[in-house]
């Protein structure tokens, strides 16, 4: 899946658009929910070689944010590798050119109902 068609999914899907909060960088795009902000999603360029290959091809990456349940689920031979710039606890790489579009759409997701605002129920007396 390209970047464009990464994005076309979630605008359909979540009614997202892209927002490029990063000041004079235009590649970077940010997913967020409408009601909290929260971001699903960062596309971004990195090097293949942060993620161990002998390479300096940069390709696009997307950080997605899972549910502890899930990690372990997938490995790096299907393009997923612990997060590149955030939190290795919570946060994956999905390496575009490398991962199925099944199952980069599992993932987003995920990462789309594990940010997405909870709804807090009061206990009744």
């Given amino acids: 899946m390209t970047k464009q068609e990464f994005l076309e999914y979630c605008q359909t899907t979540y009614s997202t658009e892209p927002d490029y909060p990063f000041e004079e960088d235009f590649e970077t795009a940010v997913l967020r929910h409408g009601d909290n902000r929260k971001w699903f999603a960062i596309v971004m360029k990195v090097p293949r070689r942060k993620f161990g290959f002998d390479s300096d091809e940069v390709i696009d990456v997307v950080n997605l ?3 502890l349940e899930l990690f372990g689920s997938f490995d790096r031979s299907e393009g997923v590798y612990p997060a590149y710039h955030m939190n290795k ?5 999905v390496l575009l050119p490398d991962v199925t579009a099944d199952a980069l759409e599992f993932l987003v ?3 789309f109902e594990a940010t997405k605002r909870k709804i807090k129920v009061r206990k009744t007396k």
């Fill in 65 to 67: 944010k899972l549910p």
């Fill in 89 to 93: 606890l919570h946060w994956i790489s």
């Fill in 109 to 111: 997701n995920a990462s």
